[in-house]
């Protein structure tokens, strides 16, 4: 049974910085797929903000992230990571992570993501 299971959320300053988690159970990283992070604030849709191949480890972020977040994997711990650096308030949001299913390449569209968390809250402020 796949269970992805995000940690690190909290409150801050803007300019401050989170490290999310996203623990994975089910699958391991060997079998190439992509894993991404997704966030939706109150009131609008749900969008990408990094995504990494776990095969290859290519990563690919959302304009509105790039320089200041990082998205990272390790596989001894099955776990992936988001660093969020320069914290701005529109990063306030819920965060989830997802996974496609296995040998899959990445996208930013979520109906590519078979698997989600429960998500965890970011909120930022001014």
């Known amino acids: 049974q796949v269970q992805l299971v995000e940690s690190g959320g909290g409150s801050v300053q803007a300019g401050g910085s989170l490290r999310l988690s996203c623990g994975v159970s089910g699958f391991t990283f060997y079998n190439n797929r992509c894993m991404g992070w997704f966030r939706q604030a109150p009131g609008k849709e749900r969008e990408g903000v990094a995504l990494?191949?776990?095969?290859?480890?290519?990563?690919f972020y959302a304009d509105s992230v790039k320089g200041r977040f990082t998205i990272s994997q390790d596989n001894a711990r099955n776990t992936v990571y988001l660093q969020m650096n320069s914290l701005k308030p529109e990063d306030t949001a819920m965060y989830y992570c997802?996974?496609?299913?296995?040998?899959?390449?990445?996208?930013?569209?979520?109906?590519?993501?078979?698997?989600w968390g429960q998500g965890t809250q970011v909120t930022v402020s001014s």
């Open positions: 997802a996974a496609t299913p296995p040998y899959r390449t990445c996208n930013w569209l979520s109906d590519g993501y078979a698997y």
């Open positions: 990494i191949q776990t095969g290859g480890l290519r990563t």
